[in-house]
């Protein structure tokens, strides 16, 4: 098994953000995780990346106890994630971003002065461009960059190092609806040719449908499904205060 998480607990003052959470996730899959504001999704992925600790529980990925592990390393031994607002250099061009985040993922120093001539970097990050179908934006400020572009350059940054397991929240927040599935099918193709399995949080329901093999759903700090996407989508609570019964397709 990759990744298990035993009962565990958080709570913040009063309101508990994770009830008795147990998941299992193995090599290669592919996992949406679905659930209203607030139903302990996120607080779910900052504890597994170390962005929260838990009050009681286990972490355990590759057979190892990571419960007290901070954030830089769990980020070593393979759990990376990207977040809803893009973690990137405006002022930077995209391939610098990939070139500099590609150092920084592999624990080296670099000279901004000397990363032009840094060809070993620069090829390996064009290459990752190429993959994730960005490539032609490679000279253009991230300023710049349309929205859905934007996200994808952020997906791709948090694969460098080749994780074990990334983590995407909300992937398509904040894009068009027409640039969503452009988003996920750049990114999603890029990273399953890495090996690499995907825990990703998601409002809409047709990304989830399209993407995800099974899914996690949340409610009140608790895991009410965890089962095959349509399986789930349509169990009684999952319906009840998730998704509705007008958003369910067979």
């Known amino acids: 098994m990759l990744l298990e998480i035993k009962k565990l607990n958080k709570k913040f003052g009063s309101v508990v953000a994770a009830e008795n959470i147990n998941f299992s996730m193995s090599e290669k899959e592919v996992i949406g995780i679905i659930g209203s504001n607030g139903a302990g ?81 620069k090829d390996y990050s064009k290459y990752l461009l190429k993959q994730f179908n960005i490539i032609n934006f490679s000279d253009r400020k991230v300023s710049l960059l349309p929205q859905g572009a934007r996200k994808v350059l952020d997906i791709l940054i948090a694969i460098l190092g080749k994780p074990s397991i990334v983590l995407l929240d909300e992937p398509t927040s904040g894009i068009s609806t027409e640039e969503k599935f452009i988003v996920m099918d750049n990114a999603l193709k890029a990273i399953k040719k890495l090996d690499i399995s995907i825990l990703f949080i998601e409002h809409d329901m047709d990304v989830i449908r399209k993407y995800s093999k099974r899914v996690v759903a949340f409610y009140s700090g608790k895991i009410i499904s965890d089962d095959e996407t349509q399986v789930a989508l349509n169990q009684k609570d999952v319906l009840k205060y998730i998704v509705g019964h007008s958003n369910v397709k067979n």
């Open 41 to 121: 999704k996120t607080t779910f992925c900052n504890i597994i990346t170390g962005y929260t600790k838990q009050d009681s529980g286990e972490i355990i990925f590759k057979g190892n106890n990571i419960s007290n592990l901070g954030v830089l390393e769990i980020k070593n031994i393979g759990i990376h994630r990207s977040f809803q607002i893009p973690q990137i250099f405006n002022t930077l061009t995209v391939l610098e971003n990939v070139m500099i985040s590609n150092l920084v993922a592999n624990n080296k120093q670099f000279n901004f002065s000397e990363l032009a001539f840094d060809k070993k970097n």
